[in-house]
């Protein structure tokens, strides 16, 4: 089950056209080959299928010219028709139609499997890519366009894919074939016919390069379209509350009028094609039957063959236009392949660090000198010293802003500091792989995080090995298991997509049960009681007061009066400490910290009963 994404703004600039067309090509090549057996029979049973296809109008020719000599035999009296000649003919015909027939079948069937696996591969490293991302490409980038590369993205490419592989095989094929029968019937009108090909080649060049650079503004436009409609969803009731639905929909309707745009001019380039094509065919056409009725006249060529090479005609600019197609087919391949590699090629939490041989930490956590920015020259932790023995309970207290998060996200190396350093167990933590150092943490924060499912799976999310009893005792330990037992099927009650079908107090404690079950030794409550009111507050209070018993515990909290009993508070502003100590200490200074409770007090927010 994966992690929870983050909701941010990516719509930034739209690059025009492919960055790197032909790269793109090259890496789904590399994707493809996989399945080069597959691959290798599929384009022979394509061959196979077209160079039958292409013998069919001759044959159907000397049936023609058998007949047309016959009746003229007859006429003179000399003979009359053989039918069975004929006969044998069109059964030779049907023949090498039905093998075509069954050879594109084959072909078809084989490159539908290779499309829908390579789909499948790409699907699958998508999401193995976003476990892997830094935290960072997640703040930056909105959720609806990841998701449309997952989506819209890989299903254009498995479609263009699948059509514009196959198609492009068989029209090269189509196209060689014909040309050598055309010539081994008649030079002369070969000629004709070839003088259409620098008309069509113009035609599709110049649709080509006009529609390249809207096919990939129309994917990025449409991965835009998905963000805005998925912050909206999510944030229906916020929409609603301060009556911004008509803003909401002014935002959609401006991506949406861009991606219409985009979108009209790709088809419609795209559209235009085959008409060209077709023209220029008929121009063709209409050359071959007016230079072969001359030659037929002048018996340098029969009947039956001006029959075939007319139908070769017809399957001659067939294929031309065909090509133009698969061009316009790639182009959506390569704006949709872009974008699925761009992210698969995107930064990964660098993790090259083989973590010594260790026994579980035992919590103890030392921050020495660290600072840090999100971006260069932006400092925000400036020079934060602390050490945290095990087992203790440390609350960092402080205005918006001032690096809170920010520490628990260095902490585990979400982010690494830009100087100083921050040991776990007096091991750094770069010197850990990210995933032993993670395996020590235990998180409960203020967005409680439950996926669609049992409330069992949810819990047992903090534990993949723990067995039912040892769910339901940490369901017990958190006092959640009196609400699930009231709850419609108690354990195997299914949570929705959001857990909305709870409330948010009970959310909170099965994410405390959750973080149970998990047993770390180093615990993060972030805002963990701040969405709730102050009744399932004190209830949440005491089922992190189990949580934290035994273990090392960073608690961020604003409401102060939740933090009077840490063993050790740390006041931080504009991203250094300014104040430590016990909250009867802090309180008898008289200073930041004192300031920051009595204004609550006086608000009614710092009271406990």
Not at 554 to 570: E, N, Q, Y
Request: a negative charge.
């Amino acid at each position: 089950m994966p992690g929870p994404m983050g909701h941010g703004h990516g719509r930034g600039p739209v690059t025009e056209k492919a960055k790197d067309f032909t790269g793109t090509l090259k890496k789904l090549i590399h994707y493809i080959a996989h399945d080069k057996l597959a691959l290798f029979v599929a384009i022979a049973c394509a061959i196979g299928s077209v160079a039958f296809n292409v013998t069919g109008p001759r044959v159907l020719g000397e049936a023609t010219t058998e007949l047309f000599e016959g009746i003229a035999a007859k006429v003179s009296g000399t003979g009359g028709v053989d039918f069975d000649a004929i006969g044998l003919i069109l059964g030779t015909a049907l023949t090498i139609y039905i093998s075509s027939a069954v050879l594109n079948l084959v072909q078809g069937w084989l490159m539908t499997g290779i499309t829908q696996r390579v789909c499948y591969r790409l699907r699958r490293e998508i999401i193995e890519k976003v476990d892997r991302m830094p935290l960072a490409y997640f703040e930056r980038v909105s959720t609806g366009d990841v998701m449309s590369r997952v989506t819209n993205d890989v299903d254009t490419l498995g479609q263009s894919l699948n059509q514009s592989v196959t198609q492009l095989i068989t029209s090269v094929a189509q196209l060689v074939g014909v040309s050598i029968q055309m010539l081994s019937l008649s030079v002369a009108l070969a000629g004709v016919t070839f003088l259409t090909v620098p008309l069509s080649l113009a035609g599709v060049m110049l649709v080509v390069r006009s529609s390249q650079r809207h096919f990939r503004r129309q994917q990025a436009f449409l991965g835009q379209a998905n963000g805005i409609i998925e912050e909206s969803f999510n944030g229906q009731n916020i929409i609603q509350a301060y009556n911004r639905a008509d803003r909401a929909v002014a935002e959609f309707d401006e991506v949406n009028e861009k991606l219409y745009q985009s979108g009209w001019l790709a088809q419609f380039l795209s559209g235009i094609m085959q008409p060209i094509m077709a023209f220029v065919g008929n121009l063709g056409y209409v050359a071959v039957v007016v230079v072969g009725a001359f030659l037929a006249i002048g018996g340098t060529i029969t009947v039956g063959d001006v029959q075939a090479f007319m139908q070769y005609v017809r399957n001659f600019t067939q294929p031309i236009t065909q090509l133009s197609q698969v061009s316009n087919m790639l182009q959506m391949l390569a704006a949709a392949a872009e974008r699925i590699f761009e992210f698969l090629d995107g930064e990964e939490e660098e993790d090259l660090t083989a973590t010594p041989e260790l026994a579980r930490t035992d919590g103890a956590v030392s921050f020495d000198h660290v600072q840090f920015g999100y971006v260069p020259n932006k400092t925000i932790i400036h020079d934060f010293t602390c050490e945290v023995e095990p087992g203790q309970t440390v609350a960092i207290v402080g205005p918006t802003g001032a690096g809170k998060t920010t520490l628990m996200k260095l902490l585990m190396r979400f982010y690494d500091v830009n100087s100083g350093s921050i040991r776990v167990n007096g091991l750094d933590v770069r010197e850990y792989s990210r995933e032993d150092l993670r395996s020590n943490f235990a998180m409960v924060l203020q967005d409680t995080w439950l996926f669609k499912g049992s409330v069992r799976e949810n819990i047992r999310y903090g534990n993949m090995d723990a067995d039912d009893a040892m769910v339901e005792a940490a369901a017990r330990a958190a006092l959640a298991d009196h609400f699930i037992r009231t709850l419609p099927g108690g354990y195997d009650f299914e949570l929705n997509e959001d857990a909305s079908n709870v409330s948010q107090g009970q959310k909170q404690l099965l994410t405390i049960a959750r973080a149970l079950l998990a047993d770390r030794p180093i615990l993060i409550l972030d805002e963990a009681t701040s969405n709730v009111d102050t009744r399932t507050e004190q209830r949440i209070q005491r089922a992190m007061d189990i949580l934290m018993q035994g273990r090392t515990s960073f608690v961020i909290a604003h409401r102060l009066s939740t933090i009077r009993s840490a063993d050790k508070i740390l006041v931080l502003k504009d991203g250094d400490i300014v104040e430590s100590g016990t909250h009867d200490e802090l309180l008898a200074q008289g200073g930041f910290y004192a300031e920051l409770y009595n204004s609550q007090f006086d608000e009614g927010e710092g009271v406990v009963s």
